[in-house]
Structures are given as structure tokens and as C-alpha cells.
């Protein structure tokens, strides 16, 4: 979704660049193009939120499915434990949930794809460091509009 954003954003700024030729600014709104560009990058945020959402509900699924894969409750390690009140009493009464559940072995997400969050990482630096430039060239206009 960023590739097609940065490539239509790029497509766009390229066609400015001939809108000064007369046959090119009679098809050419530079000013409806920059508002279609605008709007895509909403609608593109829009659905990168929605899509993280769909994959944080799906990683929560396969994270029960994986623990409880019966649907029902059972003791997982480090988790949750069933015990009964004679257990309970043996323990004192204590209802400290370490005395029972014990501590889960570290676990490893084999799905973490470093090289997609890099990128990511990346596209979002790179948008950051756009929008920081514009705004700091926004802010020396208005300084020079001033006087300052």
C-alpha cells in the first residue's frame, strides 16, 4: 500500500513537472491531482490502521487457539492453572496466582518477519522526515513573511 501511495504520489509530482507545456496544462489540474493525492495518503493511513487491527485480532486468535485448543479451560504453564480446594489448602489458602501457574519458557514469534517491519519502519521514517522538511520550510516562509 505505501509502494502504490510513494508511486502515485510519484506519478503525480512528475506530471506537474509538465504542466508548464500548453498541451499538458489543458488535461493536467495540478491542483485536483494534488487533492487526489491527499486523499489517497488518508485513505491509505485508513486502511494500514485497519489492517494492523486485523492482524493484532489474529495473532490474539492464534494465541488462544494455540493455549486452548479445545475451547476449553485446561492448565497452561504460566497462564492458568485448575486446582482444587484441597490444593488450595495445602498451599495455606493462598490464592496467589505464582504458587500455582508456575513461570511459561520464553517464547519466540517465528512469524516476526524483521525484513517487512524494517520496512515499514523505514516508510514511516521517510514520510516523518518529508512532512518534518515541509513543515520546516512552512515555518522559515512565514519567518521571512515576518521580517525575522
Known amino acids: 500500500m505505501d509502494l502504490l501511495?510513494?508511486?502515485?504520489?510519484?506519478?503525480?509530482?512528475?506530471?506537474?513537472?509538465?504542466?508548464g507545456e500548453e498541451s499538458v496544462t489543458e488535461v493536467y489540474d495540478r491542483r485536483f491531482v494534488a487533492?487526489?493525492?491527499?486523499?489517497?495518503?488518508?485513505?491509505r493511513k485508513t486502511a494500514i490502521?485497519?489492517?494492523?487491527?486485523?492482524?493484532?485480532?489474529?495473532?490474539?486468535?492464534?494465541?488462544?487457539?494455540?493455549?486452548?485448543p479445545k475451547a476449553e479451560l485446561e492448565s497452561v504453564l504460566?497462564?492458568?492453572?485448575?486446582?482444587?480446594?484441597?490444593?488450595?489448602?495445602?498451599?495455606?489458602?493462598?490464592?496467589?496466582?505464582?504458587?500455582?501457574?508456575?513461570?511459561?519458557?520464553?517464547?519466540?514469534?517465528e512469524n516476526f518477519d524483521f525484513e517487512?517491519?524494517?520496512?515499514?519502519?523505514h516508510t514511516e521514517l521517510a514520510d516523518l522526515n518529508k512532512e518534518a522538511a515541509e513543515l520546516a520550510a512552512k515555518i522559515q516562509g512565514n519567518f521571512e513573511e515576518l521580517g525575522i
Open 35 to 43: 487533492k487526489l493525492v491527499k486523499k489517497l495518503d488518508e485513505e
Open 49 to 68: 490502521e485497519q489492517l494492523k487491527r486485523a492482524v493484532y485480532f489474529y495473532r490474539q486468535v492464534v494465541w488462544l487457539q494455540d493455549r486452548f
Open 116 to 121: 517487512q517491519t524494517m520496512r515499514e519502519i
Open 5 to 19: 501511495y510513494k508511486l502515485a504520489a510519484r506519478a503525480a509530482e512528475l506530471g506537474g513537472d509538465f504542466n
Open 78 to 109: 504460566g497462564l492458568v492453572k485448575l486446582v482444587d480446594t484441597k490444593e488450595i489448602e495445602a498451599a495455606d489458602w493462598s490464592l496467589t496466582p505464582g504458587r500455582y501457574v508456575g513461570v511459561a519458557p520464553p517464547e519466540e514469534d
